[in-house]
């Protein structure tokens, strides 16, 4: 008998996992694929469901709490199945950051849409993807294991806010420190 991988069999499968402190342990999980499922993450962050927005928050944050990226795609996992989604661009979004201390000894947390928390810094690095054709930056965090987070815009301009200039192999850098690593978001010539 062969069964069709659903958002409610994904559901019912953590459902039935022993309560745990923290994310479920995704990386450990191997379960055999079992084709693709309905759902997208659109490039704002919004879920969906079979073309439909997903309007529960809590149903989301379990969603993304499952999810697992290998190589260039994404799967919702369980200990029992493995699915594939699409997602537009970064699985995640960050809608906003804290600020600690000043100077080198700046630390940003970022708070993503799905309630997700990261500290930028050699673990959590920050990266900015230029578009080839209207150079137009796009932003990401790392969050947790391979899965980054689009920074959302006013966020990207409050980094912008706190950024400087460094020199890195004898090119100056506009960027943004958090614990103790500069992370260059554009060359300093280009900003004149």
Same mark, same amino acid.
């Given at each position: 008998?062969? @069964?069709?991988?659903?958002?409610?069999?994904?559901?019912?499968?953590?459902?039935?996992?022993?309560?745990?402190?923290?994310?479920?342990?995704?990386?450990?999980?191997?379960?055999?694929?079992?084709?693709?499922?309905?759902?997208?993450?659109?490039?704002?962050?919004?879920? +969906?469901?079979? #073309?439909?927005?997903? #309007?529960?928050?809590?149903?989301?944050?379990?969603?993304?709490?499952?999810?697992?990226?290998?190589?260039?795609?994404?799967?919702?996992?369980?200990? @029992?199945?493995?699915?594939?989604?699409?997602?537009?661009?970064?699985?995640?979004?960050?809608?906003?950051?804290?600020?600690?201390?000043?100077?080198?000894?700046?630390?940003?947390?970022?708070?993503?849409?799905?309630?997700?928390?990261?500290?930028?810094?050699?673990?959590?690095?920050?990266?900015?993807?230029?578009?080839?054709?209207?150079?137009?930056?796009?932003?990401?965090?790392?969050?947790?294991?391979?899965?980054?987070?689009?920074?959302?815009?006013?966020?990207?301009?409050?980094?912008?806010?706190?950024?400087?200039?460094?020199?890195?192999?004898?090119?100056?850098? +506009?960027? @943004?420190?958090?614990?103790?690593?500069? +992370?260059?978001?554009?060359?300093?010539?280009?900003?004149?």
């Amino acid at each position: 008998m062969i @069964v069709k991988p659903s958002a409610d069999g994904l559901a019912s499968s953590l459902s039935a996992l022993p309560r745990q402190k923290g994310p479920p342990p995704v990386h450990l999980w191997n379960p055999p694929y079992c084709g693709e499922i309905d759902m997208r993450i659109a490039r704002d962050g919004t879920w +969906f469901h079979e #073309g439909t927005p997903i #309007g529960r928050p809590g149903l989301v944050k379990l969603f993304s709490s499952i999810l697992k990226k290998e190589g260039d795609r994404f799967f919702l996992v369980t200990p @029992v199945e493995k699915v594939g989604i699409t997602v537009e661009d970064a699985p995640m979004v960050a809608v906003d950051f804290d600020v600690a201390d000043k100077g080198p000894d700046q630390v940003l947390t970022f708070h993503t849409k799905t309630e997700d928390e990261a500290i930028a810094g050699p673990d959590h690095p920050i990266r900015i993807h230029r578009d080839p054709v209207t150079g137009e930056p796009s932003p990401y965090v790392l969050i947790r294991a391979n899965l980054e987070a689009l920074i959302d815009r006013k966020s990207f301009y409050r980094l912008i806010d706190l950024g400087s200039h460094e020199d890195r192999d004898g090119i100056s850098w +506009f960027g @943004v420190r958090s614990s103790g690593v500069f +992370f260059p978001i554009i060359p300093s010539a280009d900003l004149t």
